[in-house]
Nanobody, 125 residues
Framework: QGELVESGGGLVQTGGSLRLSCAAS????????MAWFRQSPGTEREFVSS???????PYYEDSVKGRFTISRDGPNTVSLQMNSLKSEDTAVYYC???????????????????WGRGTQVTVSS
């Protein structure tokens, strides 16, 4: 189908903000739901947020509700605005996509078909 490329990670202090972006470097994802996952060393990849193919119905993991906002900036792009960052948000963040015939409420990483290579987010106290 195509490739996803994340950008926008970096080092930020506790309470700060970052905006992650994910864009298709090839192919089209206009008929795909998209999501963000994250993974810290020694842990499994965990769901953060997702949004459906037309930019509606954002869904969030409980620990990021009210702090993170997902948006569909175009048919092939998705962003994650992260505010009030905490040390526990430190992880590699991955963009993922699945065809809209499936459910973007499925938080299992194995259910998502396309992945980027990730971008590191480090929150320091």
């Amino acid at each position: 189908q195509g490739e996803l490329v994340e950008s926008g990670g970096g080092l930020v202090q506790t309470g700060g903000s970052l905006r992650l972006s994910c864009a298709a470097s090839s192919g089209t994802f206009s008929d795909y739901d998209m999501a963000w996952f994250r993974q810290s060393p020694g842990t499994e990849r965990e769901f953060v947020s997702s949004i459906n193919w037309n930019g509606a119905s954002p869904y969030y993991e409980d620990s990021v509700k009210g702090r993170f906002t997902i948006s569909r900036d175009g048919p092939n792009t998705v962003s994650l605005q992260m505010n009030s960052l905490k040390s526990e948000d430190t992880a590699v963040y991955y963009c993922a996509a699945v065809h809209r015939s499936r459910s973007h409420y499925d938080i299992r990483a194995a259910s998502w078909d396309y992945w980027g290579r990730g971008t590191q987010v480090t929150v320091s106290s």
